[in-house]
């Protein structure tokens, strides 16, 4: 199994009942799809992302792509799978009420699953910082052990100014995400959707761990402060310079801080 670095290229065959095929040349860094509601920005990005949490073993991403007519080449060209992420910006009750019962009784919410699962992934994160930070020490590699504490810092300084208007601050001593606000002491799962949003994004691109690897993102601007939206971007790429976004989005704040040139539109990339 070798992992690529990035997406050179996305071509979905028949799409919409074999009425449209796409062809999607991507930038390494940045790419963002636009375009009026039901045109299909969210049904392409379905088509590649569903197919690929779908697979498993050996060549199982490009087996289970190319099983849905989705013919995806990557950088480097004999790389057979992919590091990835998927976000999504829904913040409905959970369907099965159970889950919240069992898991924990803030849990109550989509987005609040999410954080669940992301809180175990900074735990173990934060395990195997601790073992290389550790592991350059003994080495005598001082510098490179404070680069790699940085990253974290850099976390908890993003959220620390991000949620100061409210006056919420990181614990930075928890195992988990925690804040302090006035006094009192605060779970992720009570915070608004518009910060347990934030948090989702940033905690995702964080323990990835800079490691080469594509966020797709499903309109992350819903529930975001247009002051949020414009960062958006620039606050992923500050934690891990490694990622290759792949996004949709309704909202030009997204795409106000340098990023028009990276826009396509959907009936750009229909043949």
């Given at each position: ?48 992302v ?18 849905n ?11 057979d ?40 992934r ?67 799962y ?46 992923i ?24 040139d ?10």
């Amino acid at each position: 199994m070798k992992y690529a670095d990035f997406i050179t290229k996305i071509e979905i065959d028949s799409l919409w009942s074999g009425k449209k095929h796409i062809v999607w040349s991507l930038d390494r860094k940045v790419n963002i799809l636009s375009g009026v509601n039901g045109v299909g920005k969210s049904t392409i990005l379905n088509k590649v992302v569903a197919p690929m949490r779908q697979s498993h073993g050996p060549n199982g991403v490009l087996a289970a792509l190319e099983e849905n007519g989705v013919h995806v080449d990557f950088s480097p060209a004999d790389a057979d799978t992919i590091r990835f992420d998927v976000i999504r910006s829904f913040d409905r009750p959970l369907i099965n009420s159970e889950i919240a019962t069992k898991l924990d009784f803030q849990i109550a919410t989509e987005l609040d699953l999410q954080l669940f699962n992301l809180q175990r992934r900074y735990l173990d994160y934060q395990v195997n910082l601790g073992n290389r930070m550790i592991a350059a020490l003994q080495e005598g590699k001082a510098d490179e052990a404070q680069m790699l504490s940085g990253v974290k810092v850099r976390f908890h300084d993003i959220l620390d100014e991000l949620y100061a208007e409210t006056g919420k601050k990181v614990i930075r001593t928890a195992n988990e995400i925690r804040f302090s606000q006035i006094g009192e002491e605060l779970t992720a799962y009570q915070l608004s959707s518009g910060e347990k949003q934030m948090l989702v994004i940033l905690l995702t691109v964080l323990v990835e761990d800079h490691q080469p690897y594509v966020l797709f993102m499903d309109e992350p601007e819903v529930s975001l402060h247009i002051d949020w939206q414009q960062q958006l971007i620039e606050l992923i790429m500050k934690l891990n310079p490694n990622v290759q976004i792949i996004l949709t989005t309704h909202s030009p704040a997204v795409i106000m801080n340098g990023w028009v040139d990276r826009v396509t539109e959907v009936s750009e990339i229909e043949k």
